[in-house]
């Protein structure tokens, strides 16, 4: 590997992810690139749709999957990042899909609970269910403790509605997902696919706490990564207090985090400036632009613009270790990529057509 992004020192036996390869003015492909998995990093991928963004999560996603003492999670909101536990080519890429994931009611702080439910906490209701958060660890206690206050009948309806409303989720249960689940020596797939933003926002909440606490307390050994794909959903809700955490305090327990959008202007400022590894695909949203070139660095004297990639897998990398800039391609994923979009050719070399008959041009081949 001629240089590993990441890296300040020489360190070739060191855990490194194999990324991808230099891209010269012309095109062409030039050395290896590596990305260091020694030491926890705060990575951002951003790329506009179709120039590979969530591939290049993928590609990350196996090479942590690879590497022993690393235990990497994903939160994948569109369903793209299962096909991870099918057959490889080369090494295997041992992976874990948990098709319904859940947390503990308790993963999630009482003004996270209202802030979820969409109630103010000074409100009647609110703050029944805040004090409901505070003194059980499961959604029927929770509302059990709601029925025996003496507020107002019309207060402990509605907070009891809202906590029906969060049980229907399906992604709490007392005994759901933490930490020493999620350490184990495969990538652990979360499809969130099914559900909408806000319980999505409480596993990635309940998920990222238990990460971050297990490596405080020293409660598990591997090095933890959180993969978020579509990270300004998560950034808008109530993940965003332990997502902000990890990117401010992660470093010092060795908790990584991995966002990628196709809107960086979307996403809070400490998400750009608190990333020591930014890799950044085709973006024409001057919107974005100017989100990424606000944090530029110092070290960085031609602009963003002036570097932009212009086909899907090419990149450029802002390395904060080294202070350095790379144009790249990044590499074939060795496991089936399931973020590509269906479309209507593919109907058509099918031999079907959107309405179930026969196309003229395929003859009487099976679809």
């Known amino acids: 590997m001629s240089f590993v992004i990441g890296r300040e020192a020489d360190g070739d036996a060191l855990p490194t992810a194999h990324l991808g390869t230099y891209r010269a003015r012309d095109g062409s492909h030039g050395a290896g690139l590596g990305l260091d998995l020694d030491g926890p990093h705060a990575v951002l991928v951003v790329g ?19 590497t022993p003492a690393i235990a990497p999670t994903i939160v994948d909101p569109m369903g793209a990042f299962t096909p991870l536990e099918e057959a490889a080519d080369g090494a295997p890429v041992p992976a874990n899909v948990v098709d319904d994931p859940a947390v503990a009611p308790d993963a999630l702080d009482p003004r996270s609970w209202c802030a ?7 409100s009647g209701a609110g703050s029944l269910v805040w004090g ?7 959604l029927p206690a929770m509302r059990e403790h709601v029925a025996a206050t003496d507020a107002p009948g019309a207060d402990r309806r509605a907070a009891t509605n809202h906590l029906r409303l969060a049980e229907s989720w399906g ?5 759901g997902l933490d930490a020493d689940s ?4 495969a990538v652990t797939v979360l499809d969130v696919s099914g559900v909408d933003a806000a319980p999505m926002n409480a596993v990635c909440r309940g998920v990222s706490e238990a990460l971050y606490r297990a490596r405080v307390d020293g409660r598990i050994d591997r090095l933890p990564w959180l993969l978020l794909d579509e990270a300004h959903t998560f950034f808008d809700g109530v993940a965003r207090p332990a997502l902000e955490g990890l990117l401010t305090r992660g470093r010092a327990p060795g908790v990584s985090l991995l966002t990628a959008t196709q809107r960086p202007s979307a996403v809070p400022a400490v998400s750009i400036s608190q990333s020591d590894v930014l890799l950044t ?24 613009d002036d570097r932009m990639p ?3 897998g090419e990149v450029t990398i802002v390395d904060d270790a080294t202070e350095t800039i790379h144009a790249a391609q990044i590499r074939r994923r060795d496991t089936p990529h399931g973020g590509e979009s269906p479309s209507a050719s593919d109907l058509v070399f099918s031999g079907r057509r959107s309405d179930g008959s026969h196309d003229a041009a395929s003859g009487d081949r099976d679809p």
């Not at 506009?48 to 690879?66: D, F, H, M, N, Q």
């Not at 979820?116 to 000074?122: K, W």
């Open 310 to 312: 212009t086909s899907p």
């Open 281 to 304: 695909h085709r973006l024409t949203a001057q919107a974005d632009v100017d989100a990424l070139g606000r944090a530029k660095p110092t070290y960085m004297t031609a602009s963003l």
């Open 132 to 138: 409901a958060a505070q003194a059980a660890s499961s």
């Open 116 to 122: 979820m439910l969409g109630l103010s906490p000074e």
């Open 182 to 185: 999620l350490a184990g020596p």
């Open 48 to 66: 506009k749709r179709g120039y590979g963004k969530s591939y290049t999560v993928g590609v990350i996603a196996e090479e942590l999957a690879r």
């Open 171 to 175: 992604v709490f249960d007392p005994g």
